[in-house]
């Protein structure tokens, strides 16, 4: 005979529950907004930009219903060629990516492309793009809608600026019309560079047009910390100096820096990173709740964060810097090369390949508690992470003469890979006696919601067509974040003193530990 398996009432409880919230995510689904008509413009439409990241975005967009059905997309590049050539370009690189492409959704997507060869410098070029955005306009229907994209070099972002301007293309043409503008990271190189790049944008846009992307944003769990933070009441109350002992922010790469050895020559660590990714998780882990949430509100609150930033060492603000460089090193059975040795790097090259310091927030919320932010390349693994470390508690209920000490709470918001949430508590293990143990409590997007979350480029376009800059960079945001790296940029350029090296495929170098263990911490192995 078979055995049937009668499930508990709870179990019952459960599914009944859960069942029920399924039916109401499908009969009351969350109708997203599509955007205006518009055109798409891609400058540096043929380069790696465009096909890895931008283009698949716009797929995924359309093939979701989520772009308008007078839609249109123009590709600006140097290249000579036409627009089926520039559409087979795109279909064999939507191929080599993750992105299923089905032929009627490609055969409709590619009859919304179009392409313009020419110069960034050359007004000629920017006057025939004019020539065909109204042609578009008008066949297709994009009511003189444009989202320019500066998927180029930065050496290219004012030639390009300027000539919008000379074409008249920095503004609508046609009444009921609107013209935004997308920048790709970095905004300038340092303070100095930013000031100007963004004085010279302000010359022929308007800030409510120019939308700075900071891929980062984009992400599920960041933009879940919105939600975790401000919607749960269990973690509202504790999120402060009371009950938060330390924060961890860590952006690790396992690659090296590739074929990217000349720009990271000029770039390193603090610039490519610090500057942007991590200051920006830092912002929104720190923020008070905006008043309402709007675009203008929640930036003016990750200023107010950034205003309150300092280097935990004010009057030596280098002892709460660590720079450092990879040298060879061993992984998963392979010989990995030092940065010097890198294609591009100079051999006395001292480029930071990782950076780790020490900040605090000067406000009343977060009085007295350390962020500690790293990030570097050739690490032991690729990961992204937010780790909350709350306050141990006094542990009374342990037996006298019991040596452990149990660990604290932490929160993590891992943000790649595997997006999701983990909370480690302290339980008691079976069997006599008063043992504790740390275990953990998580969630992923993946299994929660099924299937991958979508990609950040997907969100950030969205927003920028829909005229949403709530997940993009303000001028005052950029510039406040240069301030605060100077000092770290200033170190790499007047010191002489020998960087700290580390083996590759490891976690960094020795004197990021120590500015823990100086404050009884130790970095959270992820």
């Known amino acids: 005979m078979s055995t049937v398996v009668v499930p508990s009432i709870d179990e019952v409880i459960r599914r009944v529950v859960w069942d029920q919230e399924c039916a109401s995510w499908h009969e009351n689904p969350v109708q997203e907004e599509v955007p205006d008509p518009l055109t798409f413009v891609i400058f540096g439409g043929t380069g790696d930009l465009a096909?890895?990241?931008?283009?698949?975005?716009l797929y995924r967009l359309t093939t979701s219903r989520l772009t308008p059905k007078q839609f249109a997309i123009v590709g600006f590049g140097r290249s000579h060629q036409d627009n089926d050539e520039y559409r087979q370009g795109l279909h064999a690189s939507l191929q080599d990516s993750e992105v299923q492409v089905q032929d009627a959704t490609w055969d409709d997507?590619?009859?919304r492309i179009w392409y313009v060869q020419g110069q960034y410098d050359d007004e000629k070029s920017f006057t025939s793009l004019?020539?065909?955005?109204?042609?578009?306009?008008?066949?297709?229907?994009?009511?003189?809608?444009?989202?320019?994209?500066?998927?180029?070099?930065p050496v290219l972002c004012l030639p390009i600026?300027?000539?919008l301007r000379k074409a008249g293309l920095n503004h609508p043409t046609a009444k009921g019309g609107w013209v935004r503008l997308i920048m790709e990271k970095p905004f300038g190189q340092d303070l100095a560079t930013a000031r100007r790049l963004n004085h010279c944008v302000h010359d022929v846009f308007d800030e409510s047009q120019v939308y700075r992307i900071d891929h980062y944003l984009g992400k599920e769990t960041v933009q879940n910390i919105f939600v975790l933070r401000f919607i749960n009441g269990i973690f509202?109350?504790?999120?402060?100096?009371?009950?938060?002992?330390?924060?961890?922010?860590?952006v690790a790469e396992s690659l090296g820096v590739e074929r990217r050895g000349g720009y990271y020559e000029q770039a390193g660590a603090t610039r490519d990173m610090m500057q942007s990714h991590l200051l920006?998780?830092?912002?929104?882990?720190?923020?008070?709740?905006?008043a309402t949430f709007t675009s203008d509100k929640v930036r003016d609150e990750k200023v107010q964060v950034l205003d309150a930033l300092r280097l935990a060492s004010e009057h030596d603000p280098l002892r709460s810097i660590v720079r450092g460089q990879y040298g060879p090193g061993m992984a998963d059975g392979r010989m990995l090369a030092s940065y010097r040795a890198e294609r591009g790097v100079a051999v006395d090259s001292r480029t930071e390949t990782y950076v780790a310091a020490k900040f605090v927030v000067d406000n009343w919320r977060w009085a007295g508690v350390p962020f500690y932010l790293r990030t570097g390349k050739r690490l032991a693994k690729q990961v992204s992470e937010i780790a909350i470390h709350f306050r141990r508690a006094p542990h009374m209920l342990l037996p006298d003469g019991n040596t452990s000490q149990p660990r604290s709470n932490v929160l993590v918001l891992r943000i790649q890979p595997d997006e999701?949430?983990?909370?480690?508590?302290?339980?008691k293990v079976p069997g006599p006696g008063m043992r504790v143990r740390p275990v953990n409590m998580s969630f992923t997007y993946e299994e929660a919601f099924g299937g991958m979350s979508p990609d950040a480029y997907q969100r950030l376009l969205l927003d920028a067509m829909r005229g949403d800059s709530t997940l993009f960079t303000r001028t005052d945001e950029v510039e406040a974040a240069w301030a605060l790296v100077a000092p770290m940029l200033e170190e790499q350029q007047n010191s002489t003193a020998d960087l700290a090296t580390y083996a590759a495929?490891?976690?960094?170098?020795?004197e990021a530990d120590a500015l823990l263990q100086q404050d009884g911490q130790r970095w959270r192995e992820p």
């Open 130 to 153: 004019a020539g065909m955005l109204d042609r578009i306009d008008h066949d297709v229907g994009t009511q003189n809608h444009r989202l320019f994209d500066l998927a180029t070099p």
């Open 505 to 510: 495929g490891s976690w960094g170098p020795a």
């Open 109 to 111: 997507f590619a009859g």
């Open 236 to 250: 509202e109350p504790i999120w402060n100096r009371n009950y938060v002992d330390h924060v961890q922010i860590t």
């Open 51 to 57: 096909h890895r990241k931008l283009v698949p975005a």
């Open 280 to 290: 920006q998780l830092l912002t929104l882990t720190a923020m008070e709740p905006p």
């Open 420 to 427: 999701g949430l983990a909370l480690r508590m302290e339980v």
């Open 161 to 163: 600026i300027e000539n």
